[in-house]
């Protein structure tokens, strides 16, 4: 496994890291037992790194995930969790200060850790940046000078809440979904400005929040016809051509030098084997472009958050 820093930080991270939503059953009905067995697998592999949130599975997830972290050494993982969403509406999300205190508490206790090496902020396109901006990034600062988180950064979908989280404030790792993967690489837009600034970048859902599996993407998926039309193709050419597009996908996704690392879900052991070993090797370039090609015309972006925060 490589390690790579994350930006100005003391933090070596997995190149391929492990995402814990699938943990809180986002994706299908899962077995406790298997999830926790999926988090001792990827840390045998050589993981370190394991990120989680209160909004995936309604506290699921951190609290499957602190049942499997029970039995493992502090010094043997850096957890990232977050604050802000706590669900699906406008209404779930709480960019306060106070809210903010009170859920990396609540984290805390769920995940039986005493810190957090990282707390974001949960999809903040979905507040108001002012707020965003004069509560809850000074809250987060305030939580690093007092020791209780070691870093602190932000997430979301659209590329340009980055741009303007940086252009304000030294944060630590911004980390964002979907946003480069084999159907849309619109995170390069970003790269140069977030490394000239010595952000460290996080990049989620290689495989498109499933759309780049055997499975395909859940029902909730937010992608329109189009582009679940041209993921579906995408899994028959890796079929006729005898690999699995999660292969491809990941890989693709993992290839590029600035990304730090790369977070991927499931909570399936066997999966979670085979994603390091994939992680191992670079994707065929020539089926990359023919799969690229798929996705060329189609719009494989969708809206999120507030409107005036959209790309
Ligand atoms: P993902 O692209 O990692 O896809 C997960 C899906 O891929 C699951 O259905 C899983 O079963 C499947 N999968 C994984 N490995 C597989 C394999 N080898 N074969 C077949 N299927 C396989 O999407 P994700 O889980 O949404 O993203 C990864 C992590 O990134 C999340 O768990 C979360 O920690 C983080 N994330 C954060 C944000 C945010 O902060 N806003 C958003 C999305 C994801």
Request: with cysteine; glycine share 8%.
């Amino acid at each position: 496994m490589q390690y790579n820093k994350l930006g100005k930080t003391d933090l070596n991270l997995s190149k391929l890291s492990y995402g814990a939503s699938p943990l809180g059953g986002v994706f299908r009905n899962i077995s406790e037992a298997d999830g926790i067995r999926t988090v001792h697998t990827a840390l045998d592999l050589g993981i370190n790194h394991i990120d989680v949130s209160p909004y995936y599975g309604d506290t699921v997830a951190e609290t499957v995930l602190g049942k499997a972290l029970k039995t493992v050494s502090r010094d043997r993982f850096i957890l990232s969790t977050k604050a802000g969403r706590y669900g699906s509406e406008f209404a779930d999300f709480d960019f306060s200060a106070k809210r903010i205190n009170a859920s990396l508490e609540e984290s805390l206790a769920r995940l039986g850790v005493d810190g957090v090496d990282i707390l974001y902020l949960h999809d903040i396109e979905f507040g108001d940046l002012n707020q965003v901006f004069e509560e809850a990034i000074p809250c987060l600062q305030a939580l690093k000078a007092q020791g209780k988180i070691r870093y602190f950064g932000v997430t979301g979908y659209p590329v340009k809440i980055f741009e303007e989280t940086v252009k304000h404030f030294d944060i630590d790792c911004i980390l964002t979904y979907c946003r480069y993967a084999l159907h849309d690489t619109a995170l390069t837009k970003l790269i140069p400005i977030l490394d000239s600034k010595g952000v460290g970048i996080i990049n989620a859902s290689p495989t498109g929040m499933g759309l780049l599996t055997e499975r395909g993407a859940p029902s909730w998926h937010p992608g329109n016809k189009e582009l679940l039309a041209a993921s579906a193709k995408a899994v028959k050419l890796c079929q006729e051509h005898g690999v699995d597009v999660t292969e491809v996908a990941l890989q693709f996704a993992i290839d590029h030098p600035s990304i730090v690392s790369t977070l991927v879900g499931t909570a399936n052991p066997l999966n979670i084997e085979k994603n390091v070993k994939w992680a191992e090797k670079k994707p065929d370039p020539v089926l990359v472009e023919k799969l690229r090609a798929l996705f060329a015309n189609v719009d494989c972006t969708w809206p999120s958050g507030h409107a005036t925060n959209q790309d």
